[in-house]
């Protein structure tokens, strides 16, 4: 074969060659997806572990649930638990109750108004809440919010609320505004297309929205650390963290606690999975 020549591959070869490229490059991306996938259940794997090992001055030698036990009965770890979740279902409640309309005006308002509106959200959301930690304590030191799961929902709700605002419009953009103009003429008021059309088929932007809210407020720390001073008020992150203090070489009990404060939120993934969608309704008006 001269230097001139050039190589032809028969198609089967080259389907052969193109299959084979394909499967390394899976493999890779498999390889890739499995290191991610240890290095986050490594440590929950550890914590379970170490939840069900005997705590100091236990007579148990290997698994056991006494350390559950112990911290139902003799600390504070159920009101712990109900105030976390007392204030993190009000705000879940409160955030999407007010987020799903004022999302549905961002969508599909047009004007000066709605874009000034626009730009304010994005401006708050990309400030941190530390930034308005110590005014919100003066001002609600003088409303007596201080030490209150009442004032620690107002800030939560207020956190989130920007970007709760900014998922539904999103998720509203997916949505034909035609399907709206339907029932328009089908008798429907605006009020009624939005519960209707609009807000019956975003489910998923719903908990999508729900699912930001609860996190925030599960997981937030700083703002009870500073707003809580009761123990008996504090929530899980907070109750979690004095915890360890007193017992920082009882690693049974301390993981015991963590384990309590994982489960909601995979309880939540859990059961809300399979009523997410991907593909939404952006083809029903396809050959209209």
């Given amino acids: ?27 890779w991306k498999f390889a890739a997806l499995l290191v ?15 939840s069900t090992q005997p705590a100091l001055g236990s007579s148990a ?40 309309p004022a999302g549905y005006v961002l969508s599909r308002g047009r004007g000066k108004l709605v874009s000034g509106y626009s730009l304010l959200l994005f401006i ?24 209150n799961l009442v004032g620690l929902t107002i800030i939560y709700v207020g956190s989130t609320m920007s970007v709760a605002i900014w998922m539904m419009a999103a998720y509203y953009d997916s949505i034909p505004i035609a399907l709206e103009e339907a029932s328009w003429i089908d008798g429907a008021s605006l009020f009624g297309g939005f519960l209707r059309i609009v807000l019956r088929n975003s489910l998923p932007g719903v908990l999508s929205t729900a699912i930001f809210s609860f996190l925030l407020a599960w997981n937030d ?15 899980l992150s907070v109750g979690l963290q004095s915890f360890f203090q007193q017992n920082a070489t009882n690693w049974g009990l301390v993981m015991a606690v963590a384990v309590i404060a994982m489960l909601p939120p995979v309880i939540l993934f859990a ?5 997410f969608s991907v593909g939404g309704i952006g083809g029903s008006l396809a050959g209209r």
């Fill in 271 to 275: 059961v809300l999975n399979k009523y």
């Fill in 221 to 235: 720390y700083l703002v009870v650390l500073v707003f809580i001073r009761s123990d008996t008020s504090f929530t």
């Fill in 36 to 50: 991610i996938t240890a290095v986050v259940i490594v440590p929950i794997a550890g914590v379970l572990y170490l």
């Fill in 61 to 100: 030698t290997s698994f056991t649930l006494e350390n559950y036990v112990k911290i139902f009965s003799e600390t504070n770890v159920l009101p712990w638990l109900r105030n976390s979740l007392t204030v993190t279902l009000a705000t879940v409640i409160v955030s999407v109750a007010v987020a799903a």
């Fill in 1 to 27: 074969m001269t230097a001139t020549q050039t190589l032809v591959v028969p198609p089967r070869h080259r389907h052969r060659v193109a299959t084979d490229a394909q499967l390394r490059g899976r493999w």
């Fill in 124 to 147: 708050i959301q990309s400030l941190p809440v530390v930034t308005a930690v110590i005014p919100l304590f003066i001002l609600f030191a003088k409303m007596n919010l201080v030490d």
